[in-house]
Every structure is written in structure tokens, then in C-alpha cells.
Nanobody
């Protein structure tokens, strides 16, 4: 079955750390840009991290606190979060965006156009509260 399966998440106190994982099943993540998104109650989904082949974009609110990286051997992308704040409370999703072929070359796309993501994880809750 072709899918992304997320794990991790939970309840943590402000200032604490938490790790999330996004594992691919049935396909290889190295042919995809991976995005991490989050949706807080009553708010729209927002993109926080976008991982291409050679670069990783971090949204300003998480820069310096969140680190995302690929684990090719496990076909997984990890998200390590530290210095967590109550404002980080949300359901976190990973998404896979397929390579774009143009002019005979393949490019890793950005994560802006969420409608182009082929796969989405099921979401995992992160709650930051004392």
C-alpha cells in the first residue's frame, strides 16, 4: 500500500522537545520533496518545513528550533522539535510532492502548491502545555 505513516507527537511542556517521523510505504522518498505542515484548532493549515534534495526551508516561526532531515536507509523523514511553545500546538502532517520533469530534467518542487502533493500522512497531534 502506497502511503505515508507518521509517528511521534504527544504532550510536552513548554520548552520541551519532541520528535516526529514520516515513513513511506510502497515508494521511495528520494524521488519526492517532503513538506511538513501543521494545523492548529480554528486556523488554516500552514507549511513549516520543505525538504528538497539539497536544501531545507524553515518557516520563520520554527527556524532555529525545528530540524528536519531525511533518513534514506529507513525511507523516512524526521522532524526534531525543541524549545516548543504553546503556539506550536497543532496536528502535524507530512506530505510528498513528486519530482517535476521539465526540459528533460527532474526538479524537486517547492511545497507551496499543496494540491500537487501525491501523498499525505494521517496527521499526529502535538500539544504544548503546562
Amino acid at each position: 500500500q502506497l502511503q505515508l505513516v507518521e509517528s511521534g507527537g504527544g504532550l510536552v511542556q513548554p520548552g520541551g522537545s519532541l520528535s516526529l517521523s514520516c515513513a513511506a510505504s510502497g515508494f521511495s522518498l528520494d524521488r519526492y520533496t517532503i513538506g511538513w505542515f501543521r494545523q492548529a484548532p480554528g486556523k488554516e493549515r500552514e507549511g513549516v518545513i520543505c525538504i528538497s534534495d539539497t536544501s531545507t526551508y524553515y518557516e520563520d516561526s520554527v527556524k532555529g528550533r525545528f530540524t528536519a532531515f531525511r533518513d534514506a536507509a529507513k525511507n523516512t523523514v524526521h522532524l526534531q522539535m525543541s524549545g516548543l511553545k504553546p503556539g506550536d500546538t497543532a496536528v502535524y502532517y507530512c506530505a510528498a510532492f513528486p519530482l517535476v520533469s521539465t526540459g528533460g530534467r527532474d526538479y524537486y518542487p517547492r511545497c507551496d502548491r499543496t494540491e500537487t502533493a501525491t501523498y499525505w500522512g494521517q496527521g499526529t497531534q502535538v500539544t504544548v502545555s503546562s
